[in-house]
């Protein structure tokens, strides 16, 4: 499986962005996809991610209601819309695969990696 994050930039406070994240060999039945952040001096977070089949979706606090994650309908790319940014959401952001059913997402440790994708939230 590799995956390859876009869309990152410089935006303004209370911008807006979309993330994508494309997936090539993810042939399988089930597995949990996520956006991790990370910001210099400080350890990589999983800000959301989404497992499938099932659709259970996990978002960290602070972004909560202004992350949206989502999957294409053609299974190899993953979204991550970011409405509402604040420049504490400033980091590099990554996308994470991992072949797994467990419901909480977040607590999975993910084997395939992206690279990550800057973005910037400055006036």
């Known amino acids: 499986v590799q995956l390859q994050a876009s869309g990152g930039g410089l935006v303004q406070p209370g911008g807006s962005l979309r993330l994508s994240c494309a997936a090539s060999?993810?042939?399988?039945?089930?597995?949990?996809i996520a956006w991790f952040r990370q910001v210099p001096g400080k350890e990589r977070e999983v800000i959301s991610c989404i497992t499938s089949p099932g659709g259970n979706t996990y978002y960290k606090g602070s972004v909560k209601g202004r992350f949206t994650i989502s999957v294409g309908n053609a299974k190899n790319t993953m979204y991550l819309q970011m409405n509402s940014l604040k420049p504490e959401d400033t980091a590099v952001y990554y996308c994470?695969?991992?072949?797994?059913?467990?419901?909480?997402?977040?607590?999975?440790?993910?084997?395939?990696w992206g690279q990550g994708t800057l973005v910037t939230v400055s006036s």
């Open positions: 060999g993810l042939t399988w039945d089930y597995y949990a």
């Open positions: 994470a695969a991992d072949h797994s059913d467990y419901v909480f997402c977040s607590q999975l440790v993910y084997d395939y």
